[in-house]
Nanobody, 124 residues
């Protein structure tokens, strides 16, 4: 079992930045791909970014490319999402997820563990 706890959400003006953190505890953090998803108000959950276990591979949804950066510190069992140039449409609950594979995918059903989510609100 892996427990995930997100932090770092909040209210920010358009054009601003936020850094989300996801701390893992419980079972080993090793050999687990990590992903960030979000659920905008009234919409379905969508993939934002993902990081494979140990080869540095990362992938992003088109709508965040060039603005968001995912990174992970395996020693600290923490994954981060640096969000720059935020837009009003980035407003959502952001979730951290882990899967029992080192290969990152964008399908939410392929992730085994989820955090409780953190709210990000971007004002105009």
């Amino acid at each position: 079992q892996v427990q995930l706890v997100e932090s770092g959400g909040g209210l920010v003006q358009a054009g601003g930045s936020l850094r989300l953190s996801c701390a893992a505890s419980g079972s080993t953090f090793s050999r687990k791909a990590m992903g960030w998803f979000r659920q905008p108000p009234g919409k379905e959950r969508e993939f934002v970014a993902g990081s494979s276990w140990n080869d540095g591979f990362t992938t992003y949804a088109d709508f965040v490319k060039g603005r968001f950066t995912i990174s992970r510190d395996n020693a600290k069992k923490t994954v981060y999402l640096q969000m720059n140039s935020l837009k009003v449409e980035d407003t959502a609950v952001y979730y951290c997820a882990a899967r029992e594979s080192w290969v990152v995918v964008s399908t939410s059903s392929q992730y085994n563990y989820w955090g409780q989510g953190t709210q990000v609100t971007v004002s105009s």
